[in-house]
């Protein structure tokens, strides 16, 4: 069965970190395009990053303007799973964060698989 | 970062009825487009990709169209199990994606 699955989350004070976890299982992960998104309270969907294999693109990996600098996406092929390690966290960044996997067809990326997610909440 | 809108941020329908949802992607997007279902206390679900491709096992009262900066999803006879969010996405040329803010959909 193919599934992702997020872990992590939690509530930590504004200017602290976290690191997510998100845990393939029913495919090989290192082969895909790998993405998080995350979803604020009564919001929209928020892209925040993805991750490339090397052989598609050498710089591989590429972030939303909101968390560059800040966050840091990579890949554990051995372990099939996707981290995202956030730093300097914000209020802003209350979220709940859903990793996916991106099926590229041609030039068109897809996210076809979901996680349930992992919800994050900053606050003093 | 390129920029959508989705019109309109919310309808109500009835059963059966033929639901609408349109689009606009700014010009330096990528021309792709993919639209997604999310039900309350869910994770999203792709339903179409590529602007009018139906993702396997989805009915085939969804579709999609258009091409461009402008796109259409519709609903052909809406069912109960309907009621959702549907949000559009792009990439853009520089590998950064972006969501439509989304079209909540109710029954009347």
């Known amino acids: 069965q193919v599934q992702l699955v997020e872990s992590g989350g939690g509530v930590v004070q504004p200017g602290m970190s976290l690191r997510l976890s998100c845990a393939a299982s029913?495919?090989?992960?290192?082969?895909?395009?790998m993405h998080w998104v995350r979803q604020a309270p009564g919001e929209g969907l928020e892209w925040v990053a993805v991750i490339y294999t090397i052989s598609y693109d050498v710089n591989n990996k590429y972030y939303a303007d909101s968390v560059k600098g800040r966050f840091t996406i990579s890949r554990d092929n051995s372990r099939n799973t996707l981290y995202l390690q956030m730093n300097s966290l914000r209020a802003e960044d209350t979220a709940l964060y859903y990793c996916?996997?991106?099926?590229?067809?041609?030039?068109?990326?897809?996210?076809?698989?979901w996680g349930q997610g992992t919800m994050v909440t900053v606050s003093s | 970062d390129i920029q959508m809108t989705q019109s309109p941020s919310s309808l109500s329908a009835s059963v059966g009825e033929r639901v609408t949802i349109t689009c606009q992607a700014s010009p330096d997007s990528s021309s792709y487009l993919n639209w997604y279902q999310q039900k309350p206390g869910k994770a999203p679900k792709l339903l179409i990709y590529d602007a009018s491709n139906l993702e396997t096992g989805v009915p085939s009262r969804f579709s999609g169209s258009g091409s461009g900066t402008d796109f259409t999803f519709t609903i052909s006879s809406l069912q109960p199990e309907d009621i959702a969010t549907y949000y559009c996405q792009q990439h853009d040329n520089f590998l950064r994606f972006t969501f439509g803010p989304g079209t909540k959909v109710d029954l009347k």
């Open positions: 996916a996997r991106d099926r590229r067809v041609g030039d068109n990326d897809a996210f076809d698989i």
């Open positions: 029913g495919f090989n992960s290192s082969i895909y395009a």
